[in-house]
């Protein structure tokens, strides 16, 4: 038996993991937004060993080789990791309307059940005497539709005896 205390619940405890969800969601823009900004620094620092080999220095070349690679690892990184997290949150967010679909189902057939339990015996009985009689009525429609059937296969009988009785007159009259 579940109670209203229950349902309650249940559904805060639903809300609190969503709650939690957006938050890591949150969590995850500011470290996209860290990324982004760490991605700025490197490419102001790409942009300033550029100048300084375009002045003629060869020996930081590799440097500013390593960053650019650095960066373009930052980039990919961002990247893999916006679709992780934007992949991750679709997963989840199926996962939590498919429990709360799930939840009111059944909130619903107990919510049915927990009426029918609360109803008085009157009410009670009108519900039983009703499914009792839709029972039935499927029982006469079923003997009326084999009475029918059997009617028509009578009357086609009754015919073709008619037909016969009116043929063998005709001969005799013939005769």
Known sequence: VVTRDDVEESLKAKW?????????LKDLHSQIEETVQRLSVKQSERDFWLEYKNVGSKTQAN???NLEKDIKEV???LHRTTEYYTNALKAVKEENDR???RHMKLSKEQAHENALRYLDKNSRREIEENEWLKEEIKIYQKEVSDLKASIKLLEEENIGLVTKLVDSRLQNLKV
């Open 16 to 24: 609190q993991y969503i709650k939690d969800k957006e938050q890591l």
């Open 75 to 77: 980039k990919d990184d």
């Open 99 to 101: 429990l709360f679909e």
């Open 63 to 65: 440097k500013v080789m």
